[in-house]
């Protein structure tokens, strides 16, 4: 049987079927009323239903496909075939009179989609990490150990398991622990270095790379890790035609007061506790090779100006929603200690 926390009751809207999306961590939410399956929903379908423009607090049965694939209780014994012809990461398995009675998952059988694609991953590596003082004091940010490796070779992990095998490392701080590091790993890619002698921010490091990256490219910052098909990310890029793409997590915050609207002295409104939604940056980007040519050389420039800059020439700059579980931040301390409780439950 499906479990409770996997089925999608008729009153949630779009933002809470994240939230428990998110809580489950199996990126799909099954709708069967009376045990009967009619839909499914996965942060697939969610997301295609953001970039359309869709609201938040929509009903979450506005966004539900409803006609799944599924299996039979006779198919389920030939699952790995199924999900390699659909390319998908669950199947519900129903009876002969539509109920559910199991769910299987690719992850089990091993046989998880990946979206492949080769593509320049660049890593911004050289900042001083002062955040995570005194760490950083003994160790630069990208050797810091998450685990049993160090947050850079993570990273590094989820692009090659996609078919990424070219990495390039912009380093300063520490550079030498870090070539050390890289060039004495017995590894399957491909590491190359950028000096950076003065920082240059995350922005001006790219100039270092002109002539160097001449085709479409991952930008990352070397303390985050972002839980998503990056294949799926590129191809997005590309079909759009933007410039740059931003991957943003979905950020769920309760500020903790009561929020007082006034005008001219005089009460308007009041909200207990309001709980807001909005996007964040995660520090992981598609770019454009072009977009290196905007950049000053040894000038310190954060990438952020790079896009707005982007934008002033017309150049199109788009947004690929993540939700707020799939992305991992170590910047601080606190943040640290939670991605090692993440990765450690995930057995990594």
Same mark, same amino acid.
């Given at each position: 049987?499906?479990?409770?926390?996997?089925?999608?009751?008729?009153?949630?809207?779009?933002?809470?079927?994240?939230?428990?999306?998110?809580?489950?961590?199996?990126?799909v939410?099954?709708?069967?009323?009376?045990?009967k399956?009619?839909?499914?929903?996965?942060?697939?379908?969610?997301?295609?239903?953001?970039?359309?423009?869709?609201a938040?607090?929509?009903?979450?049965?506005?966004?539900?496909?409803?006609?799944?694939?599924?299996?039979?209780?006779?198919?389920?014994?030939?699952?790995?075939?199924?999900?390699?012809?659909?390319?998908?990461?669950?199947?519900p398995?129903?009876?002969?009179?539509?109920?559910?009675?199991?769910?299987?998952?690719?992850?089990?059988?091993?046989?998880?989609?990946?979206?492949?694609?080769?593509?320049?991953?660049?890593?911004?590596?050289?900042?001083?990490?002062?955040?995570?003082?005194?760490?950083?004091?003994?160790?630069?940010?990208?050797?810091?150990?998450?685990?049993?490796?160090?947050?850079?070779?993570?990273?590094?992990?989820?692009?090659?398991?996609?078919?990424?095998?070219?990495?390039?490392?912009?380093?300063?701080?520490?550079k030498?622990?870090?070539?050390?590091?890289?060039?004495?790993?017995?590894k399957?890619?491909?590491?190359?270095?950028?000096?950076?002698?003065?920082p240059?921010?995350?922005g &001006?490091? #790219?100039?270092? +790379?002109?002539?160097?990256? *001449?085709?479409? /490219?991952f930008?990352?910052?070397?303390?985050?890790? $972002? %839980?998503?098909?990056?294949?799926?990310?590129?191809?997005?890029?590309?079909?759009?035609?933007?410039?740059?793409?931003?991957?943003?997590?979905?950020?769920?915050?309760?500020?903790?007061?009561g929020?007082?609207?006034?005008?001219? &002295?005089? #009460?308007?409104? +009041?909200?207990?506790k309001? *709980?807001?939604? /909005?996007?964040?940056?995660?520090?992981?980007y598609? $770019? %454009?090779?072009?977009?290196?040519?905007?950049?000053?050389?040894?000038?310190?420039?954060?990438?952020?100006?790079?896009?707005?800059?982007?934008?002033?020439?017309?150049?199109r700059?788009?947004?690929?929603?993540?939700?707020?579980?799939?992305?991992?931040?170590?910047?601080?301390?606190?943040?640290l200690?939670?991605?090692?409780?993440?990765?450690?439950?995930?057995?990594?």
């Open positions: 049987m499906c479990a409770d926390n996997l089925l999608l009751s008729e009153d949630k809207t779009v933002l809470q079927a994240m939230q428990q999306l998110d809580e489950t961590g199996r990126k939410l099954f709708w069967a009323p009376e045990g399956l009619q839909g499914v929903l996965t942060d697939g379908d969610i997301r295609r239903y953001i970039l359309r423009g869709g938040l607090d929509a009903p979450a049965l506005d966004v539900v496909n409803r006609s799944p694939k599924k299996l039979t209780v006779r198919q389920k014994e030939d699952a790995r075939r199924w999900f390699k012809r659909w390319d998908v990461s669950a199947l398995v129903v009876d002969g009179d539509g109920r559910m009675v199991d769910v299987v998952f690719a992850s089990a059988l091993g046989a998880e989609p990946v979206t492949r694609v080769q593509a320049p991953v660049v890593m911004m590596a050289g900042g001083l990490g002062t955040r995570l003082y005194p760490y950083t004091k003994i160790l630069p940010k990208p050797l810091i150990p998450v685990g049993e490796l160090p947050i850079a070779e993570h990273i590094i992990r989820r692009f090659t398991d996609a078919g990424c095998g070219r990495f390039v490392l912009i380093v300063n701080y520490k030498g622990m870090i070539k050390a590091y890289f060039n004495e790993l017995d399957d890619y491909a590491v190359e270095f950028a000096d950076e002698d003065t240059l921010g995350t &001006g490091g #790219l100039s270092l +790379l002109k002539g160097r990256v *001449r085709e479409t /490219f930008l990352t910052n070397c303390d985050i890790l $972002v %839980e998503a098909d990056v294949g799926k990310i590129y191809n997005f890029h590309k079909r759009n035609g933007n410039a740059v793409t931003m991957v943003c997590a979905l950020k769920n915050f309760t500020i903790p007061y929020v007082v609207e006034q005008e001219n &002295g005089l #009460l308007t409104g +009041l909200r207990e309001p *709980r807001m939604s /909005f996007y964040t940056n995660t520090g992981l598609v $770019v %454009e090779p072009e977009v290196i040519d905007l950049i000053a050389p040894d000038t310190f420039t954060p990438f952020t100006d790079v896009i707005e800059r982007v934008r002033a020439g017309g150049g700059v788009g947004v690929y929603p993540v939700s707020e579980h799939s992305w991992m931040d170590m910047g601080q301390l606190e943040e200690d939670n991605m090692r409780r993440r990765l450690e439950e995930q057995g990594q």
